[in-house]
């Protein structure tokens, strides 16, 4: 606590926390404003009764939202274009050399990227808002033959509609991009972080009501020991020493320190849970609208089976193709992010070693091998910890009311750690520089 009042007490450091903590709650009160054409009482009646039944495809996106996205609201699509445009983004920096180049111009082709990704995300909130829109208009959003819009809509309204959702969208991203600049960082992680944690309470109480005290004591008693774990993984790391080589220049001597280059376990961080929870739906999306015309199920397979199966959170094929898009996103971002043999061409560039190994292509192998065996445990550690929920859905454990387990789930005590621990490093180091005593101790 000291340490907070020490971060209070600096001037700078102060405007940053407040300016973030306004932005938040704008960003809140956002989320509760529902848009124009939107039958709020109709939904908040039916968002009642779904507290009683199994999550469906779009819960995980509802929770990163706060809720925003099943009731409509002027934020419902919230940071899911961004990240789904940063997705496409990284993936362009692997198949086109142009973007390839942009990555390694340093911060002036980062900007470049970014604008692409702010265009892209554009694009796509039409595009997602729309097919929302689309959705509530058809009676597909919140189950078959619910109404969620008002009565005499017409193609003017739903017009607005979709407007009033995209700007929200790209409102969210530019709160986002403030707090990164202005505020203490980590902007578009703060906003999930935002709106899993005021569902917290609510999803709580349901709990509470639909299991008794004792189911409620064990679902927290098994968030603190997740909450423990994952600390404890996220903060593991393994230190590989790196020693640097004298030199002589004029009459001093440089070099000669020994340190050590730091290789997290979860080198991805919890991105590749954001990457497949915001892509997993798509199919699912695409084909309600697709077929929310149709009165009989269609005789097109695919269709059947994304319809049948991808639906259900709690189904195996759910789950099973779910785990495997967060292995293959944190192979994908770390191969992206991490890059052994510029890793390696540092250190040989200012006379580093690591002791034991060649400097060079020895170096960069040995840097990738112990990577990869990192990754792979960072990876079923995600994996793992995301799918926990869905498994317990499809066991049948938390019986009612499972749905309302969300927020204390495997993937939104990670995400909040995971933001946590950040944030708490970057007001760390602000304060080390202040000669302040840290928040870690």
């Known amino acids: 606590m000291s340490a907070i009042i020490q971060a209070f007490k600096d001037a700078d450091l102060r405007k940053k926390i407040l300016f973030t903590i306004a932005l938040v709650v704008l ?24 507290t009683a ?47 390839e180049e942009l990555k390694k111009e340093g911060q002036s082709g980062q900007a470049k990227m970014m604008q692409y990704t702010r265009y892209l995300t554009v694009a796509l909130a039409l595009l997602q808002s729309s097919g929302i829109v689309a959705l509530a208009d058809r009676k597909q959003l919140l189950g078959s033959g619910i109404e969620v819009l008002v009565a005499d809509r017409n193609l003017w309204t739903l017009v607005i509609l979709v407007i009033t959702m995209t700007v929200g969208a790209i409102l969210v991203m530019w709160l986002g991009e403030l707090i990164t600049e202005k505020g203490i960082g980590n902007g578009m992680s703060l906003l999930i972080f935002a709106g899993i944690s005021t569902r917290l309470p609510n999803d709580g109480f349901n709990i509470f009501t639909n299991r008794g005290g004792l189911a409620f004591a064990i679902v927290l008693l098994a968030v603190v020991v997740l909450v423990v774990g994952v600390v404890y ?6 230190r590989i020493p790196v020693q640097y080589a004298k030199r002589m220049v004029g009459r001093r001597q440089y070099g000669g320190s020994s340190t050590y280059l730091p290789l997290k376990v ?46 259900n959170p709690s189904s195996y ?18 191969s992206v992010q991490y890059d052994p043999n ?26 990738g091998y112990v990577m990869n065996r990192l990754l792979f445990v960072g990876a079923i550690y995600l994996g793992v910890i995301a799918i926990l929920p869905n498994v317990a859905m499809e066991f049948g454990i938390g019986g009612s009311g499972s749905a309302g387990m969300t927020a204390f789930g495997g993937t939104a005590i990670l995400i909040m750690v995971s933001v946590a621990l950040t944030t708490i490093k970057q007001i760390e180091s602000q304060l080390l520089q202040s000669n302040y005593e840290g928040l870690l101790k």
């Open 27 to 50: 960003y809140r009160v956002g989320a509760q404003i529902p848009s124009p054409g939107v039958d709020y009482v109709s939904i908040a009646g039916r968002l009642r009764e779904l």
């Open 317 to 334: 094929q759910y789950i099973i193709l779910y785990f495997a898009l967060i292995i293959f996103f944190s192979y994908f971002y770390v």
């Open 342 to 367: 510029e890793q390696a061409d540092n250190m040989k560039k200012y006379g580093g070693f690591i002791p034991g190994i060649r400097p060079g292509r020895p170096t960069a192998e040995y840097l």
């Open 266 to 311: 979860n080198q991805a961080g919890v991105i590749p849970v954001i990457f497949a929870s915001s892509l997993i739906y798509m199919p699912v999306l695409i084909t309600q609208i697709v077929n929310s015309n149709k009165p009989a199920p269609p005789d097109n397979w695919w269709m059947n089976n994304v319809i049948a199966h991808l639906q």
């Open 233 to 238: 993984v996220e903060q593991g790391q393994r």
């Open 53 to 99: 039944e199994q999550g469906n495809v779009y819960s995980l996106i509802n929770l990163f939202s706060g809720g925003a996205l099943l009731q409509l609201s002027i934020f419902a699509i919230g940071i899911m274009p961004y990240i789904t445009a940063s997705i496409i983004v990284q993936l362009l920096t692997v198949v086109i050399p142009k973007f």
